[in-house]
């Protein structure tokens, strides 16, 4: 599950400078991350979400709770018969503070960032870099 490799996540995040875990031990249920975000015009933002969902390898998702962004997130992976995955990401939000002034511009930015940041994922879990599987 790539919600374990979260340090890693500016490998393939568009414009992400850092992602940190806040909480000891594995994730899960509960566990919190903090995202430094360099945002298209310059600006500069720090989000920290909250897991509430944790159905390991099924899904993992949260809530926003700190930061400019209101809503929620989620991550459900479903196995191919092919032997692959299919990753889906939602996000559900709203831009709050100043940001919610540049909503019209930064909402196709950030779709298009989505985009890229899902085939920049599908690149590094296929170099064989990402989180491996436990035997």
């Not at 400019?68 to 939602?90: H, I, M, N, Q, V």
């Not at 919610?100 to 930064?106: E, I, V």
Request: glycine residues 12%; proline residues 7%; hydrophobic residues 25%.
């Amino acid at each position: 599950m790539v919600a374990e490799d979260v340090r890693n996540a500016p490998k393939w995040t568009s414009n992400l400078e850092l992602a940190e875990k806040l909480d000891d031990g594995p994730p899960g249920k509960g566990t919190r991350y903090r995202y430094r975000l360099n945002l298209p015009g310059g600006h500069k933002e720090t989000i920290e979400v909250e897991q509430n969902v944790w159905s390991k390898p099924k899904k993992c998702g949260g809530r926003f709770v700190k930061g400019p962004l209101k809503g929620t997130w989620s991550y459900t992976y479903t196995e191919r018969k092919d032997g692959t995955t299919r990753l889906a990401y939602e996000m559900d939000y709203e831009m709050t503070g100043l940001l919610r002034f540049a909503g019209g511009l930064l909402g196709p930015q950030y779709a298009a960032g989505i985009r890229k940041t899902m085939e920049s994922l599908k690149q590094y879990v296929e170099s064989g870099k990402g989180p491996k599987p436990k035997k």
